[in-house]
């Protein structure tokens, strides 16, 4: 799961938890080469292995904590195991908007997308705005990084319920 999410995070953001040893992280991620590799890597023309073996790299997982994990409701057709993670962005990179599954990108605080989801500016399923809720209170991502540590993350199945009064949130 941790292997996935470094991927994913640089696939979809720019941002690389991976350095040429342990204690060290890539600086600028931000080049042609590197869009190259991200483009390659999500369309699986190249492993995430074969990513860090060719430039030398160590995956960092220490730079990153699991925060909680839903599992898609029984009902539903196509079903998901969904890990939620924590990270720091490393000093000297740089985010990178990439086309491919987000409908928009942008970089705001938890409780500002709670705030725009639940004004129904963005559509955002319970899974993210619980998470993004229960990150609301800290005050930096370092914060909540270290929150992390703390956490034991048990699998939640969502359970749909139909009332007559009953709201999305």
Request: proline share 6%; charged share 25%.
């Amino acid at each position: 799961m941790v292997c996935a999410a470094v991927r994913e995070t640089f696939e979809e953001s720019g941002v690389l938890l991976a350095g040429s040893d342990a204690s060290s992280v890539v600086a600028d991620v931000s080049g042609e080469e590197w869009r190259t590799a991200r483009a390659a890597l999500e369309g699986h023309r190249l492993s995430f292995a074969e990513f860090l073996a060719e430039r030398g790299l160590v995956l960092r997982s220490d730079l990153l904590g699991a925060w909680a994990r839903w599992i898609t409701p029984e009902f539903e057709e196509r079903r998901y195991d969904t890990w939620f993670f924590v990270a720091v962005l490393p000093q000297g990179q740089r985010t990178a908007e990439v086309p491919g599954e987000a409908d928009r990108v942008a970089w705001m605080t938890p409780a500002e997308a709670v705030r725009l989801a639940d004004s129904g500016e963005f559509l955002m399923l319970p899974p993210t705005r619980t998470t993004l809720r229960e990150l609301s209170p800290y005050a930096s991502p370092a914060q909540a990084l270290a929150a992390a540590a703390g956490r034991t993350v048990s699998p939640i199945l969502a359970r749909a319920e139909i009332a007559p009064t009953a709201r999305c949130r």
